[in-house]
Nanobody, 127 residues
Framework: QVQLVETGGGLVQTGDSLRLSCAASGRTFSRYAMGWFRQAPGKEREFVAGISRCGGVTLARDSVKGRFTISRDNAKNTVYLQMSSLKPEDTAVYSC????????????????????WGQGTQVTVSS
């Protein structure tokens, strides 16, 4: 069982930066691929970025490439999402998710693949 807690959301202006953190419980954090997803009002949840167990592989959706960076610190059981050049269309509830995997380079991009989810943190970008 893994519990995930996101922090770092807030209200910012266009062009600002935020760093989201997702702290995981347990001692086997390095067994889990991690992902960030977001859901805006009236829209489906979408994949934002993901990172493999050891951090060697990362993926991001096209609309955030060059602006968002996912990273992890396995010693701290934490995954981060550094967001810069934020736009109003980035406004959403951001959730982190975890899935245990034996494949070291795996970075799932579909929500149904993930086993554990945090409660989410609101990010609002004003124009």
């Amino acid at each position: 069982q893994v519990q995930l807690v996101e922090t770092g959301g807030g209200l910012v202006q266009t062009g600002d930066s935020l760093r989201l953190s997702c702290a995981a419980s347990g001692r086997t954090f390095s067994r889990y691929a991690m992902g960030w997803f977001r859901q805006a009002p009236g829209k489906e949840r979408e994949f934002v970025a993901g990172i493999s167990r050891c951090g060697g592989v990362t993926l991001a959706r096209d609309s955030v490439k060059g602006r968002f960076t996912i990273s992890r610190d396995n010693a701290k059981n934490t995954v981060y999402l550094q967001m810069s050049s934020l736009k109003p269309e980035d406004t959403a509830v951001y959730s982190c998710a975890a899935v245990a995997t034996d494949v070291s380079i795996a970075v799932p991009t579909t929500a149904r693949t993930y086993e554990y989810w945090g409660q989410g943190t609101q990010v609002t970008v004003s124009s």
